[in-house]
């Protein structure tokens, strides 16, 4: 855990974003928290993840997603882990919005473009 990589993922904070301010600290590594010293709140290290309030573990939630971009059909891996369809299904559309939200943040955001080749 390190509170440095870390930014407040509340909106309302004025420190939201920003990384290596130090005003985060550790509040707890089992589960792992952090603290907000601007607004005095914790949150969870998986907060703003397809991960958050998931008591799957990550390495076997990251597992089934692959498995699902790569073509793998749900029905088989229901029958390969044990799952529910409908739990496969809400990590699925999890991962979607979350991947949804970095797109639209990164790609579609404005930007003032000074010279851009056509072909490119």
């Known amino acids: 855990m390190d ?3 870390v930014f407040c993922p509340n909106t309302a904070c004025p420190a ?3 990384r290596g301010e130090r005003n985060i600290k550790i ?3 089992q589960p792992e928290r952090y603290r907000c010293d601007v607004r005095q709140k ?6 703003g993840t397809p991960l958050y309030r ?3 573990p990550e390495a076997t939630i990251v597992l089934v997603l692959t498995l699902v971009a790569h073509g ?5 891996i229901e029958a390969a882990f044990g799952l529910q369809r409908r739990t496969v299904q809400g990590w699925v559309e999890a991962a979607g919005d979350h991947c949804e939200r970095i797109h639209e943040h990164l ?3 404005p930007r003032d473009l000074g010279h851009v ?3 490119e």
Do not use: E, W
């Not at 914790?42 to 907060?47: I, S």
């Open 3 to 5: 509170p440095h990589t």
């Open 16 to 18: 939201t974003g920003q």
């Open 27 to 29: 509040h707890s590594r």
């Open 42 to 47: 914790t949150f969870g290290a998986r907060k």
């Open 54 to 56: 998931r008591r799957t």
């Open 72 to 76: 793998c059909p749900i029905a088989a």
């Open 107 to 109: 790609v579609l955001k």
């Open 117 to 119: 080749q056509a072909d």
